[in-house]
């Protein structure tokens, strides 16, 4: 057995710190399926693997465990390195891993993600619109809005990670 295969086994083992609160998708079907056709509308012309950047930094800004474990999993399949995603975290002191257009993207997420002074300041957006047609602007704002909407759900119904499989979920 692999040194992969023991750390997946072990995973695998293991039961959630808190078991899940409700499971909303189940309960709330509607819901669900607009939701992924929202995902599906919004990830339309953005390019897949700076999509799953974008999710991931998200997922890390709003904690929810279940996204970081899918986007992660669903970036690595579509190509991106680990290096890449472990630098995502401190991609401010980690620049020289990304495009220009990555960190524009990276820091929007953010400030649509954490509104604490209740707006996204002029020049976060400002260097977005730069780097994005008017079109891709309006699909990744869309993107970033959808995630922020996903990781509510994951956090609130407390959904576990571990257990995703890429492509085996819409979002």
């Not at 509607?30 to 953005?46: F, N, S």
């Not at 799953?52 to 279940?66: D, P, Y």
């Not at 260097?127 to 996903?150: D, G, P, Y």
């Amino acid at each position: 057995m692999t040194t992969q295969t023991q750390h997946d086994s072990r995973t695998d083992d293991r039961a959630p710190e808190h078991p899940a609160r409700l499971q909303w998708a189940t309960l709330a079907p509607d819901v669900y399926k607009a939701m992924v056709r929202l995902d599906a509308a919004a990830r339309k012309g953005i390019d897949p693997k700076l999509l799953e950047l974008v999710k991931i930094r998200a997922s890390q800004l709003n904690h929810c465990g279940f996204c970081l474990d899918m986007h992660t999993k669903d970036a690595i399949a579509a190509g991106e390195s680990v290096e890449r995603i472990v630098q995502l975290s401190a991609w401010q002191e980690s620049h020289h891993f990304y495009t220009e257009k990555e960190i524009a993207a990276l820091e929007l997420t953010e400030a649509v993600t954490v509104l604490t002074d209740g707006f996204v300041p002029d020049e976060v957006y400002a260097r977005a619109a730069e780097r994005f047609e008017e079109a891709e602007l309006a699909q990744l704002i869309a993107s970033i809005t959808v995630i922020n909407a996903w990781n509510r759900f994951g956090v609130t119904c407390r959904l576990a990670p571990g257990h995703y499989t890429p492509g085996s979920l819409g979002h």
